[in-house]
């Protein structure tokens, strides 16, 4: 049941009125949530690098590109599934105990990743991570959806995810330092990739025991002892596919995450891959020594990785912002089309360090939809199932997005099968992710079969 009374003034500073203790509790979420992202573009910077030292001797480039594949496809299986175990357990037992617990999951098990062996461990370790990182967004969003005041609630939601590419810019600063120090001899080559997966399980590990003084939103607490009275059940889904109004909302909001995430994981995210073969190439023509190719080239991709972040921070503000003003639905099919466009152009047209600005625009345009999940997903949803439906929607989507990475790795090598040159196999990296991009129109699809919530109260 959804009361009918409107939300009143969204469209105004969402800060205005909030309590000290209402901004702890954002703090404490998007904190959550930027280490969470931090720790993902970390493995995102480092996966190759990791690779070349676990895997067996001989391996060339293209071999441990796949393999970089399986391990992204490997950490999004575990998202997906922690998304599904932490949500139902977030609408049951409490969002702020669950958040806790999957912050300090992620954590540990990013700081075990730089004591890795072998491919096996690794994969191991990502494969948890990815379940405390899946637990993170349903727990932070529905967090402050339910504590915070319903006018500040979209803004307030947006901006926690905007906060998310702080966390990102953050991993290619550290990636530029750790680089700057082994440059200078101050660390090992061969370890800096273990040094980057220490220091980004610290904060959030640190973050923990603040967290614990997170207390329940009283109107989850209410809700939950008037349900073990009526016998209303909190994060089943029986309940979220079983009522047909919740069940299309739960469906059709998996795929409009799908199109992003896949866009993002199985494409987007692949960025540094085309940035690193690009300056490589234009570097090696110059006539550097590979020793200064390869560290020119590790400190333009963090560079790369800084400008699309500092994008995306941007894009994920302008939807926000967007969809107060002209409505969810509208501004999700907007943002689609650009997020497609972009992403072909980047593609089919970054040629070097001119066009790096073109890594801010496919930021801006990919991840603006991210913020669209963070304020429409818990407002298709009631109380009991809020955590369930969001973590639903934003993580399921990954058991379908984890074959992003994997399908675009075989792509790109039928598309290479006949290449000789280096070149040859760039041109068919940027086809491959091209023709990926299209995934980014489903989007616009499954928007049609989803209400606008624009004004409305979340559903009780």
Partial sequence: MTNETPV????????????SYHWFVFAMASLAWLFDCLDQQIFILVRKDAL???LPPGMDGSQIGVFSGYATSIFMIGWATGGLIFGSVGDWFGRAKTLTLTVLLYSVCTGLSAFSTGWLDFAIYRFITGLGVGGV???????????????????ALGTLQALSAVGNISSGLIYLVIGSLVESSVIEANSSWKVMFLIGALPAFMCVFLQMKLKEPEAWVKARKEGKITGVKFGSYAELLGDPTIRNNAMFGMLLCVAGIIGVWGIGFFAPDLVRDVITNNLTEQGLEPAQVAARASKLVAYNGIFQNVGAFIGMLTFTYVAQAI??????????????????GYFQMFNGVKHLWMSAVMGMCQMSLFA???IYLPELFPMRLRSTGTSFCYN????????????????????????????????????????????????????CFLPETKGKPLPE
């Avoid at 967004?137 to 803004?155: C, E, H, I, Q, Y």
């Fill in 8 to 19: 009143q003034g969204e469209n105004q500073r969402w800060w205005n009125g909030l309590t």
């Fill in 137 to 155: 967004f349903g727990l932070a969003v529905t967090l402050v959806a339910d504590s915070l005041p319903a006018k500040s609630r979209s803004g």
């Fill in 327 to 344: 409505g969810r639905r509208k501004a999700f099919v907007l943002a689609s089309i650009a997020a497609m466009v972009a992403t072909i």
């Fill in 396 to 447: 399921v989507g990954r058991y379908v997005a984890a074959t992003g990475p994997f399908t675009m790795g075989k792509l790109q090598s039928q598309l290479a099968a006949n290449a000789t040159t280096s070149a040859e196999r760039i041109d068919a990296f940027r086809d491959a992710c091209s023709y990926m991009s299209v995934i980014f129109l489903l989007a616009i699809v499954a928007i």
């Fill in 372 to 374: 669209g999940f963070a």
């Fill in 52 to 54: 070349k030292h676990l």
